[in-house]
C-alpha cells in the first residue's frame, strides 16, 4: 500500500512514518467501498455521486490506481480522475476487456508511476492507459449492438442516456435511481408470444434482441406502466406518454420490429460517446 520499503523503516520516526502512511491509506482505502464515507466531506462538488457511480460498476481492478490517486494526486486532479474513470469503465464494460488481468496490470503499472512521482495529472493517468480505454469509433460500434443481460447496469445506462439528452451537466453521475419508482422495460418483452411478436422475430431472435440496449426503455411504475408481455400495439401509447424522452420516442414507431432497434441503439450510440468522454 505504500511505496516505502521495509528496509527503510529502521529508526523511530521512520516506523512512525511508516505506520502513518499505513493509517492514512487504510483510511482511504475504505472510502473507496462507501461513497458516504467521511473522507468525501473534504473534497466537495459531485464527489459522492462520481464515487457511487464506480461502485455501482462493480470493478475492483482500478482500486490500486485509485489509492495511489487520492494519496498522491491535488484535489483537481483526483476529481478529474474518477470522472474519467467512470467513462473508461463503461466503455471497457461495453467493449470488453476492462475486468480481465491485462486492464489489472495497466492499473497497477499506471498506481507505481503516480507513487513515483512520474505521474502527476488525470491526462497522464489516460495517456498511460491508452492502451486499455476504446476508442471513441470502437465504443460506438461496439454500443451499437451491445447486449446489457445486468438489469442495474442497464438502468444504470440508459438514465445516464436520459440525462445527456437532456443535456443535464455531468450525466454519467446518476444520483441513487429509486428502483420502486422506475422500471426497465423490454419493449420486446422477456415472454413474447409467438402470436404478438412471432412475425418480426423468430424464436432465436427473441432471444438475441431481448436485452439489447436498442429494446430497453425506463418506464415510470403505476397503472400505466404494467405493460411487460402487452403487444407493441398496446405499448405504443404508454410509451409515447411516458416523461423519459428516450422512451416517449418509441411510442413514434409503428411497429417493433429488428430494424427499430437496431436503428434506436445506432442513435443511442452517439450519445453514449457523449456521455462517456475519454476525457
Request: some cysteine; overall charge positive; hydrophobic content about 40%.
Amino acid at each position: 500500500m505504500t511505496a516505502r520499503s521495509k528496509e527503510s523503516v529502521t529508526t523511530e520516526k521512520n516506523v512512525v512514518d511508516f505506520i502513518s502512511e499505513l493509517q492514512s491509506a487504510a483510511g482511504i482505502y475504505s472510502a473507496l467501498l462507501s461513497a458516504n464515507h467521511e473522507y468525501w466531506d473534504g473534497l466537495g462538488g459531485t464527489i459522492r455521486e462520481n464515487v457511487e457511480t464506480l461502485l455501482r460498476l462493480e470493478l475492483e481492478q482500478n482500486r490500486p490506481l485509485l489509492l495511489a490517486a487520492l494519496q498522491h494526486l491535488a484535489t483537481k486532479e483526483k476529481k478529474r480522475l474518477l470522472r474519467s474513470l467512470v467513462s473508461w469503465s463503461v466503455r471497457g464494460l461495453v467493449v470488453g476487456g476492462i475486468g480481465g488481468g491485462t486492464a489489472e496490470k495497466a492499473y497497477c503499472g499506471a498506481a507505481v508511476k503516480i507513487r513515483s512521482g512520474d505521474i502527476r495529472t488525470a491526462a497522464d493517468v489516460r495517456d498511460q492507459l491508452k492502451s486499455i480505454i476504446p476508442s471513441d469509433a470502437d465504443f460506438q460500434e461496439m454500443f451499437a449492438v451491445a447486449r446489457i443481460p445486468k438489469a442495474g447496469l442497464a438502468r444504470y445506462i440508459l438514465t445516464a442516456l436520459e440525462r445527456a439528452e437532456r443535456n443535464e451537466p455531468e450525466p454519467e453521475f446518476v444520483p441513487n435511481a429509486n428502483e420502486d419508482e422506475v422500471n426497465l422495460e423490454h419493449i420486446l418483452p422477456k415472454r413474447a408470444s409467438k402470436a404478438d411478436w412471432g412475425k418480426a422475430f423468430s424464436s432465436e431472435e427473441r432471444k438475441d434482441y431481448l436485452h439489447r440496449v436498442g429494446n430497453l426503455a425506463l418506464l415510470q411504475k403505476g397503472p400505466n406502466g404494467l405493460i411487460g408481455n402487452k403487444p407493441f400495439s398496446e405499448k405504443r401509447s404508454v410509451l409515447s406518454k411516458s416523461k423519459y424522452q428516450l422512451t416517449s420516442e418509441v411510442g413514434k414507431e409503428t411497429d417493433w420490429t429488428k430494424d427499430a432497434i437496431a436503428k434506436r441503439q445506432a442513435r443511442l450510440a452517439k450519445v453514449a460517446v457523449q456521455t462517456w468522454p475519454i476525457g
